[in-house]
């Protein structure tokens, strides 16, 4: 669902969250250059050799929980198609980006009934496809009225679903750990991953199961990342895998390219994890909401 015209909107926070390092840009491409594909690749090389970490990620069955549980947002209208990434967190509610829900121009804000959730997408088909009924943003969008406001920190939205598919598929757990605590998970053996649909393999869901390190900055409110990302992954869920558990600790956001480095962001769950409790049924202080496999009923979920 990113366009070209994201990767300079990102660049741009970016040259705001990193001062200190300007944006790169590309003098005199080459005809199979690219700039906005293959920045979001961290690669500078032709279309044909770049994109080389996001290739290497492993191709998963999408039926199988827990990535049947992932899945792709689609919005179409006249002359324009799109998609994100998105993660069941609930039986009725979807986990993504709220750039992923604004289409620009005259379209604005996406209408929820407008929106497809195809969960477990993989190549034309699915496990289980719902519409949705509402959105929740973060308090200061407004509601979805007005033109969208980039922000890393409050890139998240949630699309309450029509039918309750997460029953069928499962979904996913919520976990927002401190500093410390995602510090100590990763030294226990705890791995940071990725999953969704990158552009450049947009109709299998791909995972990329060990990212290495990732920390918080700007007081906590955003989340860098080391995974390997590209446009279409907006939405997708940054997980912690701690033996056989699966938890979605931020929602990947943006990624540009600095003097110095190719810089990933994301939305941490502690951003959201209120707002999913109540949805969840689950209110209160919360710094974990648990995960269920296909066929389990909640017992506390609204339904």
Same mark, same amino acid.
């Given at each position: $669902?990113?366009?070209?015209?994201?990767?300079? /909107? %990102?660049? $741009? /926070?970016?040259?705001?969250?990193?001062?200190?390092?300007? %944006?790169?840009?590309?003098?005199?491409?080459?005809?199979?250059?690219?700039?906005?594909?293959?920045? $979001?690749?961290?690669?500078?090389?032709?279309?044909? =050799?770049?994109? #080389?970490? /996001?290739?290497?990620?492993?191709? /998963?069955?999408?039926?199988?929980?827990?990535?049947?549980?992932?899945?792709?947002?689609?919005?179409?209208?006249?002359? %324009?198609?799109?998609?994100? =990434?998105? @993660?069941?967190?609930g039986e009725r509610l979807v986990l993504t980006a709220a750039h992923c829900l604004y289409a620009g121009g005259t379209i604005g804000w996406v209408r929820p009934q407008a929106l497809h959730f195809l969960a477990g997408y993989q190549r034309g088909g699915y496990s289980a496809h719902s519409t949705g009924t509402r959105v929740f943003l973060p308090e200061d969008r407004n509601g979805g009225n007005g033109p969208l406001r980039y922000d890393p920190g409050e890139d998240w939205a949630i699309l309450e679903l029509s039918e309750p598919i997460g029953r069928q598929v499962g979904y996913l757990g919520v976990f927002a750990p401190g500093k410390g605590e995602l510090k100590a998970a990763l030294a226990e053996g705890g791995r940071i991953a990725v999953a969704g649909y990158p552009r450049i393999r947009q109709h299998v869901l791909s995972v990329e199961e060990n990212c290495g390190m990732a920390h918080y900055l700007k007081n906590n409110e955003v989340l860098a990342h080391e995974c390997a990302v590209m446009s279409g992954d907006s939405g997708g869920p940054i997980l912690l895998m701690e033996g056989g558990k699966v938890s979605v600790i931020a929602v990947h956001s943006g990624a540009g390219v600095t003097q110095d480095s190719f810089i990933r962001l @994301? =939305?941490?769950?502690?951003? $959201?994890?209120?707002? %999913?409790?109540?949805?969840?049924? #689950?209110p209160g202080e919360r710094k974990a909401l648990l995960g269920r496999a296909p066929g389990e009923r909640s017992k506390g979920e609204a339904k």
């Open positions: $669902m990113r366009q070209a015209g994201w990767f300079w /909107v %990102v660049c $741009m /926070v970016l040259a705001i969250f990193f001062p200190e390092g300007a %944006v790169a840009q590309e003098q005199k491409p080459t005809a199979q250059f690219v700039p906005a594909l293959n920045a $979001m690749c961290g690669s500078g090389q032709e279309l044909a =050799t770049g994109c #080389e970490e /996001v290739k290497a990620r492993r191709i /998963v069955d999408a039926a199988a929980y827990p990535w049947s549980a992932i899945g792709q947002i689609n919005f179409s209208a006249y002359r %324009v198609r799109r998609y994100c =990434t998105g @993660a069941l967190i @994301a =939305t941490p769950a502690a951003r $959201m994890i209120e707002a %999913v409790a109540k949805l969840r049924g #689950e």
